[in-house]
């Protein structure tokens, strides 16, 4: 009996220290080269064709990723996180998200519908994680950020105005339905 619990447990065990060890410390790193790692995703909306997103840290700078308009929520897979805050400073939107990882370079995309009358206009929107089945389960928790200029050109498009106002109902927050007011002028 002894004999078949060490030859499950040593194998299992040995699993679980080398899973995560090396790529932990620097998740963008190959494990061969010890270059970094650039990642491209990318997503198929049907009727919309293809969105390529491409991760490249070779600068310094950090490009904020645009928020998605499309006409309704799409029916796309997400990880599990947990959405813990959202703020609005200018054009960029702030999510404090808290997810499981640490070995991969996991992926947020922010998108949005199109406006539903109201006064103000309304949106729904729905943060999306692509984890790239990250095997470590370290608890991250990290500031997310993204673009809403394509809501506000949407707006002025539509609206004749100077300054606007729209409410972002944010679907599958962690503490229920997650509200944040987007205000901007020209």
């Known amino acids: 009996m002894k004999t078949k619990m060490v030859k499950f447990v040593a194998p299992l065990l040995a699993l679980i220290i080398f899973s995560c060890e090396e790529q932990t410390l620097n998740p963008a790193a190959d494990q061969k080269s010890g270059e970094d790692v650039r990642s491209t995703a990318v997503l198929t909306m049907p009727g919309m064709g293809e969105y390529t997103m491409e991760n490249d840290d070779d600068s310094d700078s950090v490009e904020v990723p645009m928020c998605i308009v499309l006409p309704e929520l799409p029916d796309w897979p997400t990880a599990f996180f947990v959405m813990e805050d959202a703020t609005i400073r200018g054009d960029i939107i702030t999510?404090?998200?808290?997810?499981?990882?640490?070995?991969?370079?996991?992926?947020?995309?922010?998108?949005?519908?199109?406006?539903?009358?109201?006064?103000?206009?309304?949106?729904?929107?729905?943060?999306?994680?692509t984890d790239n089945e990250d095997p470590c389960d370290h608890w991250i928790t990290e500031e997310r950020q993204f673009d809403l200029t394509p809501l506000k050109g949407?707006?002025?498009?539509?609206?004749?105005?100077?300054?606007?106002?729209?409410?972002?109902?944010?679907?599958?927050?962690?503490?229920?339905?997650?509200?944040?007011?987007?205000?901007?002028?020209?």
């Open 154 to 186: 949407l707006y002025f498009k539509m609206y004749d105005t100077p300054c606007g106002a729209i409410i972002i109902n944010l679907v599958d927050a962690a503490a229920g339905e997650l509200t944040v007011t987007y205000e901007f002028c020209r």
């Open 95 to 129: 999510f404090t998200l808290s997810y499981s990882g640490g070995c991969r370079i996991h992926e947020f995309r922010l998108v949005s519908t199109t406006f539903q009358e109201s006064q103000p206009v309304q949106v729904l929107a729905q943060v999306f994680h």
